[in-house]
């Protein structure tokens, strides 16, 4: 069943944005910007998390979530420890949104317009799956630049 294995590979890779944010010895290099990278490593973490809530968490599980965007690239050094329970939290909507999901529901069209046309929901949560790893990597080439080994 789809739903099953795409739901163990968002919480396997939000796993590892933790373990990402996990290595930062430096809490503050969460948030630095350098060398013309545009986004922190905080500010991803905080993009990825209003992302899979708002598509998965509010469309799929009807949780009532409220997505601000503009602030998921503007709030700043917000704690390691929240980010991490924020990225919990989307683990759980996850699992729950997805639970009861079946092959036949994954074939029907996605209720939003996010992509260019629109699509399935089966294409639309592997395209989310592809953007929470392009972040993850991005989280752990910031990592890297910020001298975070």
Known sequence: MLAN???ALFERDLKRVINELELYTNETDLWR???GIANSAG???LHLIGNLNTYIGKEMGKT?????REMEFSLKDVPREELI???NDTIAIIKNA???VSDEAMQQEYPLL????KTSTQYFLVHLSTHLNYHLGQINYHRRLVGQS
Not at 114 to 117: G, K, S, Y
């Open 5 to 7: 294995t795409l739901t």
């Open 85 to 87: 329970a924020k990225l």
């Open 114 to 117: 996010v992509l260019q046309e």
């Open 43 to 45: 500010n991803l973490a």
């Open 98 to 100: 997805l639970q009861n």
């Open 33 to 35: 910007i350098e060398k």
């Open 64 to 68: 009532g979530y409220v997505r601000n």
